[in-house]
């Protein structure tokens, strides 16, 4: 049995709410840079004159293998969270010591050994994507499995959500807005080091907000890991999650990778423009992060993450005729049709944490234990499979259809592979039936 320690419901400061969300900036600050210009700076337009370091089969080898062996290392770090012994709980551990070894790893993939196409490229940047990875893991499942412990109420999640999801995309801003300006001025490993650093200080800042209030009684004997998972992968609520979930969310990395493609390919434009274009998207998603939050105080979660999906849909498949006419402009045509397609993420990211932390109530309705981080390490374990997936659909793409300024139609079927995954993801969530409270699931599931 965990030992309980029973806090007000509604005792969440919003300094420790800020706090706890500072990771999430660093999370985003990350993933932005990488997804937007690792492919670009690795395996740069065929007609730019610029440097490739690795062949192109091999990055969508590197990506997709790095993120499938990290992905099954989600749920086992979520696995020894949950059932860590230690005078500083059972998460702060593994956030203050990947914290570092993130922000290293983030800083050398910018650093091939090899000027020029090299086999030795790829397995140096194999190496630190993995360790980059596994540190990533360490940071991000203990955090998430904080903000189910931090209050009980629906709505306080929520809102804690809301602001974490504001924090992260200061953090994409900061990525998006800053790197291509930097890449392009200074070149890619000035532009990792001096952003990396404010994801290294916000990452340990974060310690700070993290309240747990379970701990775990030395005489309990945890169950054996394959076990757990077997438990929690064979529920049907959480089988469709997991699968409408990856191929939902793989859409925004894959957005994010094409970014540059289509700024100087399609739009004609510098690399520095693409970060005029990602800061555009980011903030569209700050923005419509109030929206959103409103809207989860009036409907259900489920109800809304459906129209969200539909929403990207539309979005992603106007993308695809952005430069198909000359007037207005491409840029234009891009600056206004952006936000079409990334208003509806705001309100994805939102409800994907509130929904995990329904899960989290469900299993302890049935099980009786709290088991956040295990349902936080199968989010990361179908996430990052779908990360995996854009970095094989965009290589496939880019090889069977072209990306060049001559033949750009590659740069444009991403847009159309976006809105078919986010289509299939939709009927995978037909099954979901969980409430936004454990009285509400308790009543519909019949436990």
Known sequence: MRKTITVPENNVGLAQIILYSLAGLTFNLYDTILYAWLPYFYIPPQDKGLTQYIPLAALGILLAGGRILDAVTDPLVGYMSDHTRSRWGRRKPYICISNPILFLAFILVWVPPVHGNSMTNAIFLGI???????????MLIPWFAVLPEMSPINSVRVKIASIGVAIGVVGSLIGGGLSGVLFEK???????????VIGLVAGQLTIFGVKEHYQIQQQEEPPGFLKVVKEVFIDRQVLSFAVMIMLVQLTYQLMLMNVPYLTTLILGRSEADASILMGEVLLSVAVSVPFWHWLLRKF??????????????????????IGIIDSPTPFIQAMIVFPLATIPMGGMFITVLGIIADLTD???????KRREAIYYGIYGIVRKTGWAMCSLILVGVFAVFGYSAENPLGVRIIWLVCALSCLIGLLAFIPYKLGDSKEETR?????
């Open 300 to 321: 259900s979660k489920r109800r809304l993450f459906r129209i969200i999906i539909l929403w990207m849909v539309a979005g992603f498949t106007l993308c695809f005729f």
């Open 362 to 368: 469900y299993d302890e309705l049935k099980t009786g």
């Open 443 to 447: 009543a519909i599931m019949s436990l």
């Open 128 to 138: 630190i994507l993995f360790i980059y990875y596994i540190s990533y893991t360490g």
């Open 186 to 196: 200074m070149g890619p490993f000035a532009m990792a080091l001096i952003l990396g």
